[in-house]
C-alpha cells in the first residue's frame, strides 16, 4: 500500500547537491512526487510510495550527500497526490 510524505529536512542541506542525489535516491527506490529548496534553507521533498521503501528513503534523508549536514527532518503523512515521476521543483 502507497503512502504520501511530506518530508522538511535541515542543516546544511543547499548547495551540496541534496536534492539532485534525494532524486537519484528516490527513483532507485521507485519513489514518486518532488524535491525543492525553500527560501528558509531547508529541504522540502514530497514522496510517495510503499512504506518499506519511504521509510528507508527517509534513513537516508537524515543523512543526505556527503557535503550535508542534517540537523533535523521533519515528517508528515498525507493524501496521496499520484505522482507519476520524481522531479526537481525549481
Request: charged fraction near 30%; glycine fraction near 8%; charge should be neutral.
Amino acid at each position: 500500500m502507497n503512502k504520501h510524505l511530506n518530508i522538511k529536512i535541515e542543516g546544511r542541506v543547499q548547495g551540496v547537491g541534496f536534492r539532485y542525489i534525494a532524486r537519484n535516491q528516490a527513483q532507485i527506490r521507485h519513489l514518486k512526487g518532488f524535491v525543492r529548496n525553500e527560501y528558509d534553507d531547508t529541504v522540502y521533498i514530497e514522496a510517495e510510495g510503499p512504506t518499506e521503501l519511504l521509510n528507508d528513503f527517509i534513513k537516508w534523508c537524515y543523512e543526505g550527500p556527503p557535503a550535508a549536514r542534517v540537523t533535523n527532518v521533519k515528517i508528515e503523512e498525507g493524501e496521496l497526490k499520484n505522482f507519476s515521476v520524481f522531479e526537481i521543483r525549481y
